[in-house]
């Protein structure tokens, strides 16, 4: 009958200068699964190095606005001491053009909204001195929330004449006589209205400083389309280089994080888990070459783990099927499961729900088609 591949609890000795490679030949391996619950052991303060490097590789990503891989890409070896010459050189060099854009973005705003408050109060051609020494008028210049112009000229009504300076109605004037300025005031503090000083002899904008302003706000612009270009073409020539650096970190971090929570002394390291017993040859000759014989293995039945006798630790369940009962294992699964040493039922499943199912059909013929 059909039953739970054996397995085999393996306890492995392994030399410090080793524990790197095997780690990793382990994650590669695929059946290895460690006896100890690294989840209870997750809050390990020890350090990982690999882990702010992997950090840093992953903010320059960011700063160059380069997708993040949704998976390992080909073969993954683990960095050498060269590659942090390579991080270094990628992430310096990215950080000083991210800082020069976010400068060069401040810059072109900065310009662009001088450029546009001038451009505001270019059409006010009467000194504001003048304006304000009306005895019966009250002025108020200042900005607004363009979104709020049309609820502020419903709400002063009558009371007071509102005056959009530029295009994009950000800044206003707002005119009332003198006994209606209190009322005003409280409806343009309602509305979010932020006053601008005005000095007395203000009158309008000239255009040479107009012209100026504008040829300041198109050239800030054009110097951060240029910075923007360079970290384009940078990302575009360092991004294998960096995508490399960041599978190769990845597996790093997570290979030491692995090692901090392992039993060890100054010198050997200990790792236990199970494996499944056909395996246990190739496992054992791998790492015999892997670590020119400096490895020990040891390997137990399941009835001479301690832990699992009283109960304490369950077996882990290994099934072997072919292409065809394969496509049913996610529906056994769906319910569990079945537990070490009893009977697999995938293939009792795959034979007659595929039976049951084409003599759901009164056609023979139809069945016998869905059955191949």
């Given at each position: 009958?059909?039953?739970?591949?054996?397995?085999?609890?393996?306890?492995?000795?392994?030399?410090?200068?080793?524990?790197?490679?095997?780690?990793?030949?382990?994650?590669?391996?695929?059946?290895?699964?460690?006896?100890?619950?690294?989840?209870?052991?997750?809050?390990?303060?020890?350090?990982?190095?690999?882990?702010?490097?992997?950090?840093?590789?992953?903010?320059?990503?960011?700063?160059?606005?380069?997708?993040?891989?949704?998976g390992y890409k080909g073969k993954v070896n683990l960095p050498e001491e060269k590659d942090l010459e390579s991080v270094e050189n990628i992430c310096s060099k990215t950080e000083a053009i991210h800082q020069s854009e976010l400068n060069a973005?401040?810059?072109?705003?900065?310009?662009?909204?001088?450029?546009?408050?001038?451009?505001?109060?270019?059409?006010?051609?009467?000194?504001?001195?003048?304006?304000?020494?009306?005895?019966?008028?009250?002025?108020?210049?200042?900005?607004?929330?363009?979104?709020?112009?049309?609820?502020?000229?419903?709400?002063?009504?009558?009371?007071?004449?509102?005056?959009?300076?530029?295009?994009?109605?950000?800044?206003?004037?707002?005119?009332?006589?003198?006994?209606?300025?209190?009322?005003?005031?409280?409806?343009?503090?309602?509305?979010?209205?932020?006053?601008?000083?005005?000095?007395?002899?203000?009158?309008?904008?000239?255009?040479?400083?107009?012209?100026?302003?504008?040829?300041?706000?198109?050239?800030?612009?054009?110097?951060?389309?240029?910075?923007?270009?360079?970290?384009?073409?940078?990302?575009?020539?360092?991004?294998?280089?960096?995508?490399?650096?960041?599978?190769?970190?990845?597996?790093?971090?997570?290979?030491?994080?692995?090692?901090?929570?392992?039993?060890?002394?100054?010198?050997?390291?200990?790792?236990?888990?199970?494996?499944?017993?056909?395996?246990?040859?190739?496992?054992?000759?791998?790492?015999?070459?892997?670590?020119?014989?400096?490895?020990?293995?040891?390997?137990?039945?399941?009835?001479?783990?301690?832990?699992?006798?009283?109960?304490?630790?369950?077996?882990?369940?290994?099934?072997?099927?072919?292409?065809?009962?394969?496509?049913?294992?996610?529906?056994?699964?769906?319910?569990?499961?079945?537990?070490?040493?009893?009977?697999?039922?995938?293939?009792?499943?795959?034979?007659?729900?595929?039976?049951?199912?084409?003599?759901?059909?009164?056609?023979?013929?139809?069945?016998?088609?869905?059955?191949?």
């Open positions: 009958m059909a039953r739970t591949t054996a397995m085999r609890l393996v306890e492995l000795m392994i030399l410090r200068q080793d524990i790197h490679n095997v780690l990793k030949y382990l994650g590669e391996f695929g059946d290895f699964q460690f006896q100890q619950d690294f989840s209870l052991s997750s809050d390990s303060k020890m350090e990982n190095p690999d882990q702010v490097v992997f950090e840093k590789l992953q903010k320059a990503r960011v700063d160059l606005e380069l997708e993040d891989l949704d973005a401040e810059e072109s705003k900065r310009a662009s909204s001088e450029y546009n408050e001038a451009l505001a109060f270019s059409n006010l051609q009467v000194s504001y001195s003048e304006l304000e020494s009306l005895s019966f008028l009250t002025l108020r210049i200042g900005k607004i929330d363009p979104e709020k112009f049309d609820e502020l000229k419903r709400r002063v009504g009558l009371r007071a004449s509102v005056v959009a300076l530029g295009d994009d109605r950000s800044r206003i004037l707002a005119a009332c006589s003198k006994k209606a300025r209190f009322a005003v005031d409280g409806e343009l503090k309602e509305c979010g209205f932020v006053e601008l000083e005005i000095p007395k002899d203000f009158k309008g904008i000239p255009q040479d400083t107009l012209d100026n302003l504008k040829r300041n706000s198109e050239e800030a612009k054009k110097a951060l389309e240029e910075i923007q270009t360079e970290r384009r073409n940078f990302a575009q020539t360092h991004k294998d280089e960096l995508y490399r650096l960041l599978q190769c970190y990845s597996v790093s971090k997570q290979i030491v994080e692995v090692e901090n929570n392992l039993e060890s002394t100054e010198y050997v390291y200990r790792i236990t888990g199970w494996i499944p017993a056909y395996e246990t040859r190739q496992v054992s000759k791998d790492l015999d070459e892997l670590t020119k014989s400096r490895a020990a293995l040891r390997e137990y039945m399941p009835d001479e783990v301690s832990s699992v006798i009283s109960g304490e630790e369950k077996v882990p369940v290994q099934v072997k099927h072919g292409a065809v009962v394969k496509n049913f294992e996610r529906m056994i699964f769906s319910y569990g499961s079945p537990l070490y040493g009893t009977i697999d039922p995938t293939p009792f499943v795959a034979l007659f729900f595929t039976v049951l199912f084409g003599i759901m059909f009164g056609d023979a013929g139809q069945g016998l088609c869905f059955l191949i």
